[in-house]
């Protein structure tokens, strides 16, 4: 799957966070942002992800454009965010489940599926644990589990190594 940032600007009030900005990549390709904070960073990979949205410009994913269609483009993006949102009263199981059952998976195929993820990131041992309790690394886990529950053809992730043990960053 290819996605096409075309020209993309969002400002915030008289700063422009995002000027002009234009690249593509596809599935399967690795790149990464770098600048110093405030450079715009977030705010692009944010556009990407349909959760803010552009002044000016657009972004094409698998040619299905954030603007018009972003319930389309969703499903075919996964994304980590820096940080997880405080949940302080649900548990990790719960969490990722109920992001299973938002993109569509019952059954057979959620519990599969949510069990496949729990091993690949090594949440196994953790699943019964509240969110509010763990560790930023163990968060920044459960944050990777979660982009990957619908099996996204792309994965943007802001600050995926941020607070993860050399072993957790591999």
């Not at 109920?98 to 196994?124: C, H, K, M, V, Y």
């Not at 990777?144 to 957790?168: C, F, K, Q, S, T």
Request: hydrophobic share 40%; charged share 30%.
């Amino acid at each position: 799957m290819k996605i096409e940032v075309a020209h993309v600007t969002r400002c915030f009030g008289r700063i422009r966070a995002v000027d002009d900005v234009s690249f593509e990549f596809g599935s399967g390709d690795v790149y990464g942002f770098i600048g110093p904070n405030g450079a715009g960073k977030s705010t692009t990979m944010r556009i990407i992800a349909t959760l803010d949205r552009p002044d000016s410009g657009d972004v094409l994913c698998g040619g299905v454009s954030v603007i018009d269609y972003p319930e389309r483009a969703r499903r075919l993006i996964g994304y980590m965010p820096d940080r997880l949102p405080e949940n302080d009263d649900i548990l990790v199981w719960e969490y990722l489940d109920f992001f299973a059952r938002s993109f569509g998976l019952r059954g057979a195929q959620r519990t599969r599926t949510l069990a496949d993820i729990e091993e690949f990131t090594n949440l196994g041992g953790i699943r019964r644990k509240y969110l509010a309790g763990l560790s930023k690394g163990m968060k920044q886990r459960v944050s990777l589990a979660r982009a990957l529950v619908h099996n996204p053809g792309v994965l943007i992730m802001d600050e995926p190594a941020a607070g993860l043990d050399p072993r957790g960053r591999e």
